[in-house]
């Protein structure tokens, strides 16, 4: 006789092996990234109300964050392919793993995406060659020299669209940490399903 099992005993069957919990590694760099875009997002909504001596080191700091961040974000991602991370619980609605799993790659997308536009548009900055930038104030870090040496139009032509991307896709990312945020305190008090214990050593 010809045994029929459903998906769902398949898909249990299937991550039995599956860890419960991100690695260390994985939380560290999670919780590391998590806290400089909050800091980011602080230092870019703050910079157009300091006081004018304020507002260099505020947004070489938030380069400085940012280009932490893709470096950070790359290293994630390689551990990942690495590593296996823990699946959703199978009591979640099949919508709702698909929706978790496409947030988190447009979450990558945007922690790649954000950084480099800024890159992009501060490499497309008039005055870049004048002012060098150094990570921190410490360490030297490169513009982007092809962009750089552009035509002078050209180039102030591309520093304002590079910083129209970057608002946006800074907006994407608010509209997404939002939803990952409200998405782990939902199945943490209201679905008491919690996901953030995957994530906390």
Not at 67 to 96: D, N, Q
Request: glycine content about 6%.
């Amino acid at each position: 006789m010809i045994s029929q099992t459903s998906p769902e005993l398949s898909a249990q069957h299937l991550d039995a092996d599956a860890p419960s919990r991100y690695t260390r590694t994985a939380m560290a760099l999670h919780w590391i990234i998590a806290v400089l875009i909050l800091c980011n997002v602080a230092l870019g909504l703050s910079a157009d109300w300091l006081p004018d001596d304020w507002v260099r080191p505020v947004i070489d700091t938030h380069k400085s964050i940012g280009i932490t961040v893709l470096g950070l974000a790359l290293l994630r991602i390689l551990w990942r392919i690495r590593h296996r991370p823990p699946a959703l619980p199978l009591s979640f609605p099949r919508w709702e793993r698909g929706a978790a799993h496409a947030a988190h790659i447009l979450l990558y997308v945007l922690m790649i995406g954000l950084p480099l536009s800024g890159w992009l548009h501060d490499s497309a900055w008039k005055d870049a060659a004048t002012h060098p930038m150094h990570l921190f104030n410490l360490v030297p870090w490169p513009r982007i020299g092809y962009i750089m040496h552009l035509d002078p139009v050209l180039k102030e032509t591309l520093h304002d669209r590079f910083g129209a991307l970057h608002v946006w896709l800074g907006y994407g990312l608010y509209a997404l940490l939002a939803l990952h945020i409200g998405g782990a305190l939902k199945h943490q008090w209201i679905d008491r399903h919690s996901v953030l214990k995957r994530m906390v050593p």
